[in-house]
């Protein structure tokens, strides 16, 4: 399974951009790249996923290099209640590995 | 549509006795997962179900555990005899296909469990 690094946590401000990057260096070519929120208390919720490229949804937008070495996940203007822990996973079936994660804060 | 449900949500017990946790998928589910937190530690794969047969359950961390399916609806794990080490938030999901992981799972809140 592909290691993935990401920061152990981030504060921000509401109605700011916040930019959540991850490594994993040693990523296969099968491998997708999903992120996972999760407040206290809920299990883990699917934000997104990519293979490579942009990808956007109405909650985040992925962007992911050519060479697939690292991600970054883009959470627009965020509210407090974005407040929670963001896992970046290396996946490619159904053993889903998490990490520590980034725990975001989001301060009035 | 109902998510997937976890029961209890909290569970305290002594070491030694037996518990069981309940849970119940997205209707149309075929494939159920178990995951598990331990203190201090990151989410970890537990085992798969697809209906009633376990497909994987290489994360089962000894025989102490045991998960069941019957007629390929709710799920249930049993610890028994429960041990320190298992405390933990024991988490859920489900999808409708193998391949599940690619559109994103849907857990459950979990079951915290604190073996005293």
Same mark, same amino acid.
């Given at each position: 399974?592909?290691?993935?690094?990401?920061?152990?946590?981030?504060?921000?401000?509401?109605?700011?951009?916040?930019?959540?990057?991850?490594?994993?260096?040693?990523?296969?070519?099968?491998?997708?790249?999903?992120?996972?929120?999760?407040?206290?208390?809920?299990?883990?919720?699917?934000?997104?996923?990519?293979?490579?490229?942009?990808?956007?949804?109405?909650?985040?937008?992925?962007?992911?290099?050519?060479?697939?070495?690292?991600?970054?996940?883009?959470?627009?203007?965020?509210?407090?209640?974005?407040?929670?822990?963001?896992?970046?996973?290396?996946?490619?079936?159904?053993?889903?590995?998490?990490?520590?994660?980034?725990?975001?804060?989001?301060?009035? | 549509?109902?998510?997937?449900?976890?029961?209890?949500?909290?569970?305290?017990?002594?070491?030694?006795?037996?518990?069981?946790?309940?849970?119940?998928?997205?209707?149309?589910?075929?494939?159920? @997962?178990?995951?598990?937190? =331990?203190?201090?530690? /990151?989410?970890?794969?537990?085992?798969?179900?697809?209906?009633? $047969?376990? *497909? #994987?359950?290489?994360?089962?961390?000894?025989?102490?555990?045991?998960?069941?399916?019957?007629?390929?609806? @709710?799920?249930?794990?049993? =610890?028994?005899?429960? /041990?320190?080490?298992?405390?933990?938030?024991?988490?859920?999901? $489900?999808? *409708? #296909?193998?391949?599940?992981?690619?559109?994103?799972?849907?857990?459950?809140?979990?079951?915290?469990?604190?073996?005293?």
């Amino acid at each position: 399974l592909a290691k993935t690094t990401q920061p152990i946590s981030m504060d921000s401000y509401e109605g700011q951009e916040v930019n959540i990057t991850c490594s994993h260096n040693n990523i296969a070519t099968n491998d997708y790249i999903t992120w996972y929120q999760q407040f206290p208390s809920q299990g883990p919720r699917f934000i997104i996923q990519g293979y490579k490229t942009k990808v956007t949804n109405e909650v985040a937008s992925l962007f992911i290099p050519a060479d697939r070495k690292s991600s970054t996940l883009s959470l627009p203007r965020v509210s407090l209640s974005d407040t929670a822990v963001y896992y970046c996973l290396v996946v490619f079936d159904y053993k889903l590995s998490f990490g520590a994660g980034t725990t975001v804060t989001v301060r009035a | 549509e109902a998510g997937v449900t976890q029961f209890p949500s909290h569970s305290v017990i002594e070491k030694g006795q037996t518990v069981t946790l309940r849970c119940d998928p997205i209707s149309g589910h075929d494939n159920l @997962y178990w995951y598990r937190r =331990v203190m201090g530690k /990151e989410i970890k794969f537990l085992l798969h179900f697809v209906k009633e $047969s376990k *497909q #994987d359950e290489s994360g089962m961390p000894n025989n102490r555990f045991l998960a069941e399916r019957t007629g390929g609806t @709710y799920s249930t794990l049993k =610890v028994q005899p429960a /041990e320190l080490e298992d405390s933990g938030v024991y988490f859920c999901a $489900s999808s *409708q #296909d193998t391949a599940g992981w690619k559109s994103g799972y849907t857990f459950g809140s979990g079951t915290r469990l604190t073996v005293v």
